[in-house]
């Protein structure tokens, strides 16, 4: 189960657990039960030390009082790097090997960990496990704007009025989202760029804050929703010095396993921080990044250069 939330902007799994941990449980035991498996392993952000001591908590009352037969349960602290949210990463951390994405095939579900069949799992999928069960499928589906179905958790930060983890329908755009569950934008500030998916989802402008926000309606615009980490931009922000934050976040956490992203995401650093964009250049070196990096750190890095030169050009050269 993957609870590393790494991704900068995503908080929506420490704001569940800290308020209901055992929803997360519930969903688990039935997730667990559903596919007949043996032993659960809970990743869990080593920063997130609260969290950790209510689920050591919960899973000890649990073990004292099962519902049913339990499997193995185990409680991992993370490895403290963006890289091991990745799924094979993950795994060669619980091992005890340095975290560094795997190379594919075989994929996880067929040799994972400790060479067994390997499912893995976002919290928030089984976060919502139980209230579908109780309430239905169609209760779920039943939610949703412009032609999208369900609920998503979407953490929201930035020049708004009210951040933080709001459950909307899956569909709503920024534009609905900051109007309607952040108290609008903050005073002095008018919405001119978002990100609509973290650090690697991209930088979209205000002129497209009513596309709706879900998992396949970003991608024609060069972004993706990813953990549905929105960050609220205004005209006192620069798109291009948010990305160059995001291009040395990336280098930073990079585990240099391979070369497209380890001198990639720095030569993109020295580029960006250049007063005029080689714009050639910065595409030539995307796209090697996007095409030969081992994981999606180093192929979906290009992304917030690629969004600034589509959307803000204007600014690439002062």
């Known amino acids: 189960v993957n609870i590393d939330e790494g991704e900068p902007g995503t908080f929506k ?93 075989p994929y996880v579900a067929q040799v994972g960990l400790f060479g067994r069949p390997t499912l893995e799992h976002n919290m928030e999928t089984l976060f919502w496990v ?71 989802g991209g930088i979209l402008p205000a002129s497209l804050a009513d596309v709706p926000l879900d998992f396949d309606t970003l991608q024609p615009h060069g972004s993706f929703i990813g953990s549905a980490a929105v960050i609220v931009l205004s005209q006192h922000d620069r798109a291009r010095d948010a990305a160059l934050n995001l291009m040395r976040f990336f280098a930073d956490e990079s585990c240099g396993q391979c070369t497209p992203c380890r001198v990639g995401t720095a030569k993109a650093v020295m580029l960006m921080e250049r007063r005029h964009w080689d714009t050639a250049l910065l595409a030539e070196l995307s796209q090697a990044m996007a095409d030969a990096s081992i994981c999606g750190l180093g192929q979906a890095a290009p992304n917030p250069i690629a969004c600034v030169v589509k959307y803000f050009p204007h600014e690439l050269g002062s």
């Not at 909307?168 to 760029?193: K, S, W």
């Open 13 to 105: 799994d420490r704001h569940y657990l800290e308020r209901d941990p055992h929803r997360f449980l519930e969903g688990m035991l039935v997730a667990a039960w559903a596919v007949g498996i043996e032993r659960i392993w809970i990743y869990l952000r080593d920063e997130y030390h609260a969290c950790r001591e209510a689920l050591e908590k919960e899973i000890a009352l649990l073990r004292a009082d099962p519902p049913g037969p339990l499997p193995e349960i185990q409680l991992r602290r993370g490895a403290g790097a963006y890289i091991c949210g990745e799924e094979s990463a993950m795994i060669e951390s619980i091992e005890g090997k340095r975290g560094m994405p795997r190379l594919r095939p």
């Open 130 to 200: 139980r209230d579908i069960l109780e309430k239905g499928a169609a209760w779920f589906a039943g939610h949703g704007r412009h032609g999208r179905k369900g609920l998503r958790s979407f953490s929201v930060s930035g020049r708004v009025k009210q951040p933080g983890v709001h459950l909307a329908p899956a569909g709503i755009t920024v534009r609905e989202l900051i109007d309607e569950y952040c108290g609008g934008m903050q005073d002095g500030h008018e919405l001119y760029a978002y990100l609509p998916g973290g650090a690697s």
